[in-house]
């Protein structure tokens, strides 16, 4: 809802999630509540606010993430319709992957072999989409636990944030089953809410922790152990 108490959309709404496109000449930034996305232009390291161009949607747009010179999108409603959607620079729709309902997609990342990966925050599971055959496998976490954010690193490790649940979890894909593993680690301090999360060219894992004032890491070794 808006600020005012009343349904979305809102005349000031929300402005969420941004990401650049991997050239750096374009930035999309989506704004939940007002129920839109934001195009800009990135002349150097200036944006070109004359260049802004809206895009309305019908549905909550949370996470974006920059795919060439395109964006995918999550649509998050747990009232009516999920999906994950891709948009090319003048608003058209190029896929659109509809999700299964109270599936709450959150965070967003697009994985080296073209893989959507996403949070369900709402539904506490992550999924992996794939925009050829529209097929999406879900990931069950415990009840409750809020998967809110999801990273994928350069090895192809997904990592996610678990609000509620007081993990990081990550999923690999074992090469000699070809079965994906999720692998769940307890903070060690209680109700500390992580949230963001991404890896550095190491190897090692970041992560924000809101509810305890800190930044929290994985070394190399061990983000990249079994």
Request: proline share 7%; with cysteine; hydrophobic share 35%.
């Amino acid at each position: 809802p808006c600020a005012s108490g009343t349904a979305a959309p809102c005349d000031n709404g929300s402005t969420h999630e941004l990401s650049f496109s991997p050239d750096g000449t374009q930035l999309w930034v989506s704004q939940m509540t007002a129920q839109r996305i934001l195009h800009f232009k990135v002349k150097g390291t200036v944006i070109d606010q004359s260049s802004m161009k809206v895009f309305p949607m019908s549905i909550q747009p949370h996470g974006v993430i920059a795919q060439g010179s395109n964006v995918w999108i999550t649509l998050e409603d747990p009232t009516s319709q999920n999906a994950l959607m891709k948009l090319d620079s003048n608003g058209n729709t190029l896929d659109y992957i509809p999700l299964e309902p109270g599936a709450g997609p959150h965070g967003i990342d697009v994985a080296p072999d073209g893989a959507v990966w996403f949070s369900g925050k709402e539904g506490s599971r992550v999924g992996r989409a794939n925009p050829k055959t529209k097929e999406v496998i879900y990931f069950p976490l415990p009840a409750g636990s809020a998967s809110i954010y999801v990273h994928v690193a350069h090895n192809g490790d997904v990592w996610f944030t678990e609000l509620y649940g007081n993990a990081i979890g990550r999923i690999r894909k074992n090469a000699r089953t070809n079965q994906y593993v999720v692998t769940q680690i307890t903070l060690p301090q209680a109700d500390s809410q992580p949230i963001s999360i991404e890896t550095d060219n190491t190897g090692g894992v970041w992560f924000t922790l809101a509810n305890a004032n800190k930044l929290g890491y994985i070394a190399p070794k061990f983000a990249k152990g079994s």
